[in-house]
Nanobody, 121 residues
């Protein structure tokens, strides 16, 4: 399974971006998630979505601002990010797992290469 993240960029605080994660390979129906890693910090959980798209889970820091979704027909997961803040600046990674949906990065078997999001004040 290969994951390809895209959609990052530079925006001003209050702006929006939409990240995409395109999946390829066999048996693509998995629980998926977004994580992020800022310079000098550990990778942190952002959001997760069940394989059916029926359940979602968000970190408190992004709840109400970010929306995770997926289109299984297109093998693609999305992260709509609104009201961006400078503290959202990080490399964003998409991930997939055969296991239960989790906020723990160790639960994920497959990772994309990351896409940079920079939010200026």
């Amino acid at each position: 399974v290969q994951l390809q993240a895209s959609g990052g960029g530079s925006v001003q605080a209050g702006g929006s971006l939409r990240l995409s994660c395109a999946a390829s390979g066999p048996s693509l129906n998995k629980n998926m998630a977004w994580f992020r890693q800022a310079p000098g910090k550990k990778r942190e959980f952002v959001s997760a979505i069940a394989e059916s798209g029926g359940r979602t889970y968000y970190a408190d820091s992004v709840k109400g601002r970010f929306t995770i979704s997926r289109d299984n027909a297109k093998n693609t997961m999305y992260l709509q990010m609104n009201s961006l803040k400078p503290e959202d600046t990080a490399v964003y990674y998409c991930a997939a797992t055969w296991k239960s949906m989790s906020s723990w990065s160790g639960a994920y078997d497959y990772w994309g290469q990351g896409t940079q999001v920079t939010v200026s004040s």
